[in-house]
């Protein structure tokens, strides 16, 4: 029998991530198992996957953390928490007469699961999802509940007309009983089950504190580093490398190597096994495991993937997104440009577009996708 967790079984559901971009998948799993592992500090992890389950394995092998697959999904969309079929049976044993705890892949906040699991247990209720407070809510899904007692009485999709500014942070907890609710067929949670349970008075609202952040795109995720790295100065700032050429918030694995005369930061998170060679300038960046950047570069707004190579003398800004393990060779300029994984780049990228390459005919051939709209920073 699966034990259930103190203080609670989290099973984190990945399947909107299914049909985005590499880079984006990377990007948002990357930031998510970080906060897992170093910041709620959790023992256990569930995965509610399809094939990704693969990259979660190779993510978490340096870390004492035990990985079971209980879940069987036959069938996903990209909603993500859209359920097609699944074993009833397994996800009722994982859950063993406990509480079970979703939350979407792509958002990050200061994760309130105590919190929200006494919340829960206070009101007594099936079912609690996680609002927040938003300036342009037109964009998401408003929550109208009750601000005393947080018992919803409706929702409101995006909406043209102002309802409110508290939305679905894409957090919830529930009762085992919640699954009973779910038909063997296509089922939307949040557009069919949700409503009805608000309906019966058996879902509540808990206002999240602090921040939180949709990092979904890489413009959304650097922002969202940005607000982590501020509440980590907050709440841990012994975590925070200080000293000579650290500027701000600037948070670096211990196994990374910084070179003279650097300046990094503010707003940079360097991951492990990092190289950063002499006289590079880095800020608003997040540089992952095994990367290095030559000496003499200049990276600002960008995302570097894993096991890539940035060369001497380069210049990337203005949201800059690498794959995992692409070389950009040395004296080149990357304005906006995203690079799929396992690339080369010869030549300057000067305007925003999709960087490719293929083979034809043994030669490499390069299909840059123009974009049709300006990446904010």
Request: hydrophobic share 40%; with cysteine.
């Amino acid at each position: 029998m699966i034990q259930p967790l103190n203080p609670a079984l989290f099973l984190f559901s990945f399947l909107s991530l299914l049909e985005k971009k590499k880079k984006e998948k990377y990007t948002c799993l990357h930031m998510l198992f970080f906060m897992l592992l170093n910041h709620l500090k959790l023992q256990f992890i569930v995965l509610y996957v399809n094939y990704i389950i693969i990259l979660g394995f190779s993510l978490l092998q340096p870390y004492s953390i035990s990985i079971r697959y209980h879940i069987k999904i036959k069938i996903a969309s990209n909603t993500v928490m859209t359920i097609k079929e699944y074993d009833f049976k397994d996800l009722t044993t994982l859950v063993q007469l406990y509480r079970s705890s979703f939350s979407t892949q792509d958002v990050i906040c200061d994760f309130p699961f105590k919190d929200l699991l006494q919340f829960h247990r206070n009101h007594g209720k099936e079912g609690t999802i996680v609002v927040t407070w938003v300036e342009e809510p037109s964009k998401y899904g408003v929550v109208v509940y009750e601000a005393d007692s947080g018992r919803i009485h409706r929702f409101v999709e995006k909406p043209q007309v102002f309802v409110s500014n508290k939305i679905n942070a894409g957090m919830y907890i529930f009762n085992p009983s919640m699954l009973s609710r779910i038909q063997l067929r296509p089922t939307s949670i949040e557009k069919e089950i949700f409503p009805v349970m608000a309906g019966e008075g058996q879902l509540y609202a808990m206002e999240l504190q602090g921040f939180w952040m949709d990092i979904g795109q890489p413009k959304d995720f650097l922002t969202g580093m940005c607000m982590y790295l501020q509440s980590v100065r907050q709440h841990a700032p012994e975590r925070l490398r200080t000293g000579p050429g650290f500027l701000g918030n600037v948070l670096v694995d211990p196994t990374a190597q910084i070179g003279e005369n650097c300046t990094i930061g503010p707003n940079v998170t360097i991951g492990a096994g990092v190289v950063v060679e002499d006289g590079v300038r880095i800020k608003r960046c997040t540089v992952l495991k095994g990367s290095r950047v030559r000496s003499h570069s200049w990276l600002e707004s960008c995302i570097v993937g894993w096991s890539s190579s940035v060369g001497q003398w380069v210049r990337m800004e203005n949201v800059t997104v690498l794959g995992e393990d692409v070389i950009v060779n040395d004296e080149l300029y990357l304005n906006g440009a995203n690079v799929l994984p396992h690339k080369s780049i010869n030549e300057s990228v000067p305007e925003l577009r999709i960087v490719i390459l293929t083979e034809v005919k043994g030669q490499r051939i390069k299909v840059g996708f123009q974009t049709q709209f300006k990446i904010g920073q």
